[in-house]
């Protein structure tokens, strides 16, 4: 079986609708802080990238809503969506709070648009599975926060949207649900979420011995999960190797009604928080391969902290959503936005390369399929 999944096609096909793009203005000039990894903008960028490359057609845009608490009640806990609201409206918590909820933290830091930016891009995920259920193709890259849990902030993410998404599906009628993570940390929220689940398979490719430590190859979260630590330096060649030995195949098998894909940018080589080599290509081959094996996709962000890199996968996803032929040089108006983009703080930003001004696409980073990946996928029985 090749890489775009053709063995296995569905009857069914995404591309019969328009994929539909899911943003808010509340990303522009939303941040965790100045020396914060979030304080770079993502999802404002990735909009006005697209704009610039008039790859909106009329009606593909659609604004995030933002979840209201009542909506988020059910999975997260009512008391600390209301200590998320009270953190918003006075600008800090008490020392209890921080305790029992983790806001207020390094990691989790309370800014002026704590609760508003988090039920926004969990309002928007919730919108992706209700476009998508009588079939269909959404890209939310304000979505992707997998690490937080029911009653607390984690891993700079507030509320799981990933979560709130698949109970969304489920709700909707999903028998089968298929999760897969290419984010270089595990995911560890969304593994507690559905720990157990017989609905629902989830499939996470994550650096070893990275934070949050968890998602060992041998924890199947109750057999919901296959997870696959992978050693650092992980190139195009062996994540090829993982999605037509591993991924790909089973999810062939359990055949889902839909599938959602938290599309995290740092696994990309240049990302400051990692230590993988990929680049954006093993994204854009995943998305095609996992389009075809599912009658609705949903494609979220993640993680990713260098401007440059996260703007230009994300917005080349939606290219290849939309079957656009990657431009070799990307026009002047597109250019002049990845050109405004700044990296105060970090060495990438002192001289960046002129590619990341002047394309969307990597090339390609090939590479040894080393021993121990072989080993790896040998022992999950790919």
Request: net charge positive; hydrophobic share 45%; glycine share 10%.
């Amino acid at each position: 079986m090749g890489l775009d999944g053709s063995a296995t096609a569905q009857a069914a096909d995404t591309a019969l609708r328009p994929p539909v793009f899911i943003g808010s203005e509340i990303y522009r000039g939303s941040s965790y802080g100045a020396w914060h990894p979030l304080r770079i903008p993502r999802v404002s960028t990735v909009m006005d990238l697209i704009r610039a490359l008039n790859w909106l057609e009329p009606g593909q845009y659609r604004n995030s809503p933002r979840a209201k608490p009542k909506a988020l009640h059910i999975w997260h806990d009512p008391a600390y969506v209301s200590a998320l609201q009270a953190a918003e409206a006075a600008g800090s918590v008490s020392e209890a709070i921080r305790m029992r909820h983790g806001l207020g933290t390094t990691a989790n830091p309370v800014f002026p648009q704590v609760f508003r930016r988090p039920a926004t891009s969990a309002g928007g995920t919730m919108l992706a599975a209700e476009l998508v259920a009588d079939g269909g193709v959404v890209h939310v890259p304000g979505g992707g926060t997998h690490h937080a849990l029911p009653d607390r902030a984690n891993g700079f993410c507030y509320l799981n949207d990933p979560v709130l998404c698949l109970l969304r599906l489920r709700a909707l009628g999903m028998r089968r649900i298929a999760y897969v993570d290419i984010d270089a940390h595990h995911c560890d929220g969304v593994a507690h979420g559905f720990h157990g689940a017989g609905d629902v398979r989830m499939f996470s490719v994550h650096e070893e011995r990275r934070w949050p430590y968890t998602g060992a190859i041998d924890d199947t979260a109750g057999g919901a999960a296959v997870n696959l630590p992978v050693p650092r330096g992980l190139n195009d060649t062996e994540m090829r190797a993982i999605a037509i030995r591993l991924i790909l195949p089973r999810l062939a098998d359990w055949a889902p009604d839909a599938i959602v894909l938290q599309c995290g940018a740092d696994m990309l080589l240049e990302d400051p928080l990692s230590r993988l080599a990929l680049s954006n290509n093993a994204h854009f081959d995943m998305i095609r391969a996992l389009r075809r094996l599912s009658p609705r996709l949903i494609v979220m962000g993640g993680g990713g902290y260098n401007p440059w890199t996260v703007a230009r996968l994300w917005t080349g996803v939606w290219g290849v959503l939309n079957d656009r032929a990657m431009p070799a040089v990307l026009p002047p108006a597109a250019q002049a936005v990845l050109r405004a983009l700044s990296f105060p703080g970090n060495r990438l930003g002192k001289n960046p390369p002129e590619h990341w001004f002047t394309t969307l696409q990597d090339a390609p980073r090939e590479g040894p399929l080393r021993p121990e990946i072989t080993a790896r996928l040998a022992t999950l029985g790919a």
